[in-house]
């Protein structure tokens, strides 16, 4: 079976990039949308870091959290 990790990396980059991006456009600190969707203090930081992955029911949270359609967070 072939590995599709160079692709789910690409994919998991974007995400973390375009998580970055809603959040300050939505002028939203880390904190709070870790408060808001029920994380631990410093959850978005890892996630947008690429310490933690970005869950697909995290991002349904955070898309709702910040106003963005889901598919915002995918390229």
């Given at each position: 079976?072939?590995?599709n990790?160079?692709?789910q990396?690409k994919?998991n980059e974007?995400?973390?990039?375009q998580l970055?991006k ?14 808001s ?11 947008e870091r690429?310490r933690?992955?970005i869950s697909?029911a995290d991002?349904v ?7 963005k359609?889901?598919d915002?967070f995918v390229?």
């Amino acid at each position: 079976m072939k590995s599709n990790l160079p692709a789910q990396e690409k994919i998991n980059e974007y995400a973390r990039q375009q998580l970055k991006k809603a959040r300050k456009e939505a002028g939203v600190t880390q904190d709070e949308l870790c408060k808001s969707i029920g994380k631990r203090r410093n959850n978005i930081s890892d996630m947008e870091r690429g310490r933690l992955e970005i869950s697909f029911a995290d991002m349904v949270l955070m898309a709702e959290k910040l106003e963005k359609p889901l598919d915002w967070f995918v390229e």
